[in-house]
Antibody
Framework: EVQLVESGGDLVQPGGSLKLSCAAS????????MSWVRQAPGKGLEWVSY????????YYADSVKGRFTISRDNAKNSLYLQMNSLRDDDTAVYYC????????????WGQGTLVTVSS | EIVMTQSPATLSVSPGERATLSCRAS??????LAWYQQKPGQAPRLLIY???TRATSIPARFSGSGSGTEFTLTISSLQSEDFAVYYC??????????FGQGTKVEIK
């Protein structure tokens, strides 16, 4: 069974940093590209970042470019999101999601981890 | 960036009735469109990809259609577990991947 379990969400002050993790199991993690998608309270889905299976290609949404860094450790079956210079509008549930091998859609999602940016 | 627009924002439907949700892209995305269902407090779940292909374990009452810029998700006979928010997502021109703002299907 495919499982994605996020962790690391917390309350952080504006300008602070946080690192999210996503532990993957039930599939060959090193064969799949992954993404982070976030959802502000009461709002819709916003794609944040993407990384290919071997980390050769990385993309970011303009809203986080230069502040967030996506990475992965295939030996540990883990995906990460380092978030720096956090702002109030980064407050959201952050989901890790597996990109399907058939196209750029997401066939499995974790349950999410809440990041709250507030003073 | 391709903008995805969903309508209506809220759809009130009685159990057993048909629900029709729309999604429009600001430019053609061919058939590279996915639909997701999200229930309160849960992660999104993939329903449809390639505009019309049901994902694994998705009931046949869910169907998708369209291509280019106009897409439809139809739920043929609403069950109690289908009341949720539905999002479309274009997967044709990226980055960025873009989602619609969602349609909430509520009990009438």
């Amino acid at each position: 069974e495919v499982q994605l379990v996020e962790s690391g969400g917390d309350l952080v002050q504006p300008g602070g940093s946080l690192k999210l993790s996503c532990a993957a199991s039930g599939f060959i993690f090193s064969s799949y590209s992954m993404s982070w998608v976030r959802q502000a309270p009461g709002k819709g889905l916003e794609w944040v970042s993407y990384i290919t299976s071997r980390s050769t290609t990385i993309y970011y949404a303009d809203s986080v470019k230069g502040r967030f860094t996506i990475s992965r450790d295939n030996a540990k079956n883990s995906l990460y999101l380092q978030m720096n210079s956090l702002r109030d509008d980064d407050t959201a549930v952050y989901y890790c999601a597996r990109r399907s091998q058939g196209g750029f859609y997401f066939d499995y999602w974790g349950q999410g981890t809440l990041v709250t940016v507030s003073s | 960036e391709i903008v995805m627009t969903q309508s209506p924002a809220t759809l009130s439907v009685s159990p057993g009735e048909r629900a029709t949700l729309s999604c429009r892209a600001s430019q053609s995305v061919n058939s590279n469109l996915a639909w997701y269902q999200q229930k309160p407090g849960q992660a999104p779940r993939l329903l449809i990809y390639g505009a019309s292909t049901r994902a694994t374990s998705i009931p046949a009452r869910f169907s998708g259609s369209g291509s280019g810029t106009e897409f439809t998700l139809t739920i043929s006979s609403l069950q109690s577990e289908d009341f949720a928010v539905y999002y479309c997502q274009q997967c044709d021109n990226w980055p960025p991947v873009t989602f619609g703002q969602g349609t909430k299907v509520e009990i009438k």
